[in-house]
């Protein structure tokens, strides 16, 4: 969008917006810069620092949240592109802070954390391909896994993690459907 300031004289950017976005069940109304980053607002604006920012080219998938449930890489969209819409961080996963995420409890059963710069992408990359895939084989889990990077390479023990956080996820499942 461009906004003139006299006939003749070169474009300016409107610099700022106004957003409303609701981030793991809060609403949040600020005004921000037409150009910031999602990633940035979500650790900067709200202070939610669980999402990494890695390569800022996407490729990583350390900034992986998830956008109306599905994962989306921060670093690659513009906070304005989420207006309206509906975030879940890292920090939004867990029903409270005594009580992890059964995927989060699998990672770290099963020593996936490394040094867990990599942990929060690749836990909400998990939590959106376990919604379709509720009961992956190895293949299918390593082609999950395809978009996030570790830097310490231990895929391993991820896989046998998110195996175990498959488990985890259908027994609760069974669990409610029982009630």
Request: aromatic fraction near 6%; hydrophobic fraction near 35%.
């Amino acid at each position: 969008m461009y906004a003139f300031e006299e006939p003749g004289s070169p474009p300016q950017f409107c610099e700022e917006y106004d957003l409303t976005v609701t981030v793991n069940g809060c609403l949040y109304q600020r005004r921000i810069p037409a150009r910031m980053l999602l990633s940035d607002f979500l650790r900067h604006e709200l202070h939610l620092t669980g999402t990494h920012v890695g390569c800022e080219h996407g490729v990583c998938g350390c900034c992986t949240v998830l956008l109306n449930g599905e994962a989306v890489r921060s670093c690659l969209l513009l906070a304005v592109q989420v207006d309206n819409m509906a975030l879940t961080t890292i920090e939004g996963l867990a029903g409270s802070a005594e009580e992890l995420h059964p995927i989060q409890r699998a990672f770290q059963e099963k020593h996936a954390l490394q040094c867990g710069f990599c942990t929060p992408g690749f836990i909400m990359s998990i939590h959106a391909f376990l919604h379709e895939h509720p009961d992956p084989d190895e293949p299918e889990i390593r082609q999950g896994l395809a978009g996030n990077l570790c830097r310490c390479t231990g895929y391993q023990n991820i896989v046998e993690a998110v195996k175990l956080a498959a488990h985890y996820l259908r027994s609760s499942q069974s669990e409610r459907e029982e009630a």
